[in-house]
């Protein structure tokens, strides 16, 4: 397991606050309570291990198939439905969403092997990232990925905790299956657009694993 690029600020910075506040807790409070200066080191030390595994990126064989539709990111199945996208598409889609929970790995990766055809990032608001209009209120950015058997769109979307999206490709890109292609921080979710005509492997409440289980194929 290894520690996302994203969070090395995030944990250092971290990392020197509960130092500090340590040395002054062990400093101040231990000397009049012995009880509370242990419990603030492990609460500081709990919250500190909790921020570290928020940004791991553990080791994992990818799931490679061509015909294979496969998550974007590690979650719960929270949403499957046929629907009219707000964005790129005048046809009907098949929605598909993946809610992750802040204890969830939250890299996000290509669904599918192809290249970038589009690219948009939307500003927007902050509701709960499972709220019914969360995909099209929220902060998100989208992308299509188009390859010889059509195209998916992938939209990242920012939830009532996420405060920032990455994401690291550009119009022209091209992608492999299960690389590494943005992150969400603290909690969201993402929605994949398909073809109407995929067929759905996933469940409703199915818990996945980000570049690893099937969705569905095509």
């Not at 979307?157 to 119009?171: D, Q, S, W």
């Not at 969201?188 to 109407?196: C, H, K, Y």
Request: proline share 4%; net charge positive; with cysteine.
């Amino acid at each position: 397991m290894t520690i996302h690029k994203e969070g090395v600020a995030t944990i250092s910075i971290i990392a020197l606050f509960v130092g500090v506040l340590n040395i002054a807790n062990f400093s101040y409070v231990f000397p009049l309570s012995a009880v509370a200066a242990w419990l603030v080191f492990i609460i500081t030390i709990a919250f500190f291990l909790f921020i570290v595994s928020f940004f791991r990126m553990p080791n994992r064989v990818l799931t490679i198939n061509d015909a294979a539709i496969i998550a974007p990111a590690d979650g719960k199945v929270v949403v499957i439905e046929e629907v009219q996208p707000d964005e790129y598409y005048s046809e009907k889609r098949i929605q598909l969403s993946v809610f992750m929970s802040p204890a969830n790995v939250h890299v996000n990766r290509v669904p599918v092997t192809g290249n970038i055809v589009y690219n948009k990032y939307h500003p927007g608001k902050y509701l709960v990232a499972w709220h019914p209009k969360s995909s099209t209120d929220n902060e998100r950015w989208s992308v299509v990925i188009e390859n010889s058997k059509g195209t998916i769109l992938c939209k990242q979307i920012a939830g009532a905790l996420a405060r920032r999206i990455c994401n690291y490709t550009h119009v022209g890109d091209a992608l492999k299956q299960g690389a590494e292609y943005g992150f969400i921080k603290f909690g969201s979710r993402v929605d994949l657009l398909l073809p109407v005509n995929a067929t759905i492997h996933a469940k409703i409440g199915d818990t996945v694993k980000g570049g690893v289980t099937v969705l569905a194929s095509w």
